[in-house]
């Protein structure tokens, strides 16, 4: 068994202890992203999403639609993450913007 699916049978092991903890579900969706299981990754963000309005769950979310081809609810999710975020750290989501629509995913 790899190391990412060790990670991930410990993070499905903590989320049986404690179901609604964000910080579980959040690194979950990120491992599955990094394991390319985005369907997987995009369930836990959408059910975490309607918990905490977090920039990096609309960010984490904008990269996995972008990466599954769905333009329309990237820009979405990526436009919800600067909604959230400090105005140092804009240009992050700018710059995903800006690359969605110059490449036209």
């Known amino acids: 068994m ?3 699916q060790e990670a991930l049978t410990m993070y499905n092991l903590a989320q049986e202890i404690s179901k609604d903890n964000p910080l579980i579900r959040f690194r979950k969706a990120h491992l599955l992203t990094i394991m390319k299981r985005y369907k997987e990754a995009l369930d836990q963000l959408l059910y975490l999403k309607d918990i905490i309005q977090e920039c990096n769950v609309f960010f984490l979310m904008g990269k996995i639609y972008a990466k599954l081809g769905d333009t329309q609810n990237a820009l979405l999710a990526y ?3 600067q909604d959230y975020l400090k105005p140092k750290s804009s240009n ?8 969605i629509e110059s490449n036209d995913i």
């Open 92 to 99: 992050m989501v700018k710059e995903a913007i800006g690359f």
């Open 79 to 81: 436009t919800q993450a």
């Open 2 to 4: 790899n190391r990412n």
